[in-house]
Each structure stands twice: as structure tokens, then as C-alpha cells.
């Protein structure tokens, strides 16, 4: 069973991908950038600091971060 699996897989790939395909992978990453970077980056921010707000849109590769301190409160 996985062979014919990889098979059908690689001869979709020689065809290409299809528009649905490609909204699909736009509304996705669209999603993971919106709602799961922010709150992962939030967590891997170790040092003594406060971060009111993370924002990152993966369309315009924008990132903001308001209410920044760095260092002892």
C-alpha cells in the first residue's frame, strides 16, 4: 500500500500543482503565521523582558512588537 501511494505522490508531483493546491498552502501558512508564531515566539524569549503585543504577518513579512523592555524591572 505505500508504494502505490509514493507512486500516485511522485507522479502528481511531475504534474504539477493544482490552483487549489496553491490556496490551500497560502491560507495555511497565512494561519500558522497569524495565530501560532506569535505565541511561540512569546514563549522562546527567554531573558528578563515584558512584550505587550506580537504581531507577524507572513504575507508582508511584517513583525511588530509594542511594549518592548529589555532588562530588570
Known amino acids: 500500500m ?9 507522479m502528481r508531483g511531475a504534474r504539477g500543482a493544482s ?7 497560502l ?3 497565512g494561519a500558522l503565521g497569524f495565530f501560532v508564531a506569535p ?6 524569549v527567554t531573558w528578563p523582558n515584558s ?3 506580537i ?4 504575507y508582508t513579512l511584517d513583525f511588530d512588537a509594542e511594549g518592548v523592555h529589555i ?3
Open 71 to 73: 532588562g530588570e524591572s
Open 39 to 44: 505565541p511561540v515566539i512569546r514563549q522562546y
Open 51 to 53: 512584550i505587550k503585543r
Open 2 to 10: 505505500p508504494v502505490k501511494l509514493c507512486v500516485a505522490w511522485s
Open 27 to 29: 491560507l495555511v501558512i
Open 55 to 58: 504581531g507577524l504577518n507572513p
Open 19 to 25: 490552483s487549489s493546491d496553491l490556496i490551500i498552502a
